[in-house]
């Protein structure tokens, strides 16, 4: 039997990856611009930042994104009344015409491409060596550890991000509801409890939460909320409310309105000492030394 091959059409491609950036930014940081014939995007995972490009100016917040045609100026601030950002920076080669339909835009992202955009992350972290915070470094360097195919599965998740952006700008039909299969059905229920368990954990940092706790918000036994977490996370429940608090203690720092003692009761936690524990144990570092080192940043 002789069967038929369909080539496959490509729409978009990116082949050409300029540069990966994960930062964390002080009050007063400004970043003075620059241009350059790639394209480029800026999420914001946390905070606030103001964006300039070229004669638009633009307030993102957290779960916003913006676009850098090629040949556009930009410039970064973080004025002294946001609140410290934490942002993720891409820089990459398209030649689609294509792409012009994200120019000029200021997006506010769903789920599914946030959900992306994690992935992306993740997958750079391991595809290639630090550092991700240092602005004036874009060179890329393989990590010679990676896991398998990690440089193509980036590859893509940035494709499949650009075609979902795309079709979202230009085909109003692409977002009606379609019958969904249960199964996508019972994943969907699994992550409203996640994210149910995250909003109750953002909202009580200052405590010490137990997994009983958690059992109780969820309407879970201890097997199935740590099942349904750790599928959706990577995290153990407790591990992510910890990593919670950490990234809380740095924006706390990068804000400079508090001194260590009163951030680690904030968080509450007992004493200083277990609080530069948990930090140093996360971070690699002193609290100390991440807030010299922020604070340098935003200087530079």
Not at 53 to 62: G, Y
Not at 231 to 237: D, E, F, M, N, V
Request: charged residues 25%; neutral net charge; hydrophobic residues 40%.
């Amino acid at each position: 039997m002789i069967f038929d091959r369909t080539a496959l059409t490509e729409s978009l491609s990116i082949r050409e990856l300029i540069s990966f950036h994960y930062f964390e930014f002080a009050k007063g940081y400004r970043f003075e611009g620059e241009q350059h014939d790639f394209w480029e995007f800026l999420y914001v995972d946390k905070g606030e930042v103001e964006v300039r490009a070229d004669e638009r100016t633009a307030l993102l917040k957290q779960g916003m994104i913006i676009f850098h045609k090629p040949g556009e100026f930009h410039t970064v601030k973080v004025g002294e009344q946001h609140k410290p950002p934490n942002l993720f920076v891409v820089s990459f080669v398209c030649d689609s015409p294509f792409m012009k339909v994200l120019e000029q835009t200021v997006l506010q992202l769903g789920s599914p491409e946030r959900d992306l955009l994690s992935l992306i992350l993740q997958e750079g972290l391991q595809a290639f060596t630090p550092p991700f915070d240092h602005p004036m470094e874009h060179r890329l360097h393989p990590n010679p550890h990676a896991p398998f195919a990690a440089e193509q599965l980036i590859r893509a998740y940035l494709e499949t991000l650009m075609i979902r952006l795309i079709r979202g700008q230009t085909s109003p039909a692409a977002k009606q509801d379609v019958p969904k299969l249960t199964s996508m059905q019972q994943e969907k229920a699994e992550q409203r409890i996640v994210q149910q368990l995250i909003a109750y954990m953002k909202s009580n940092l200052s405590s010490s939460i137990t997994l009983e706790t958690l059992c109780r918000e969820a309407h879970l036994g201890k097997s199935r909320l740590k099942e349904i977490f750790q599928a959706h996370t990577g995290l153990g429940a407790l591990e992510y409310f910890k990593q919670l608090k950490i990234d809380e203690a740095k924006t706390l720092m990068r804000e400079q309105s508090y001194n260590m003692t009163e951030i680690a009761a904030l968080l509450g936690y007992a004493s200083i000492h277990y609080f530069s524990r948990d930090f140093k144990k996360t971070t690699g570092m002193a609290p100390s030394e991440y807030a010299r080192s922020a604070k340098a940043r935003s200087m530079r």
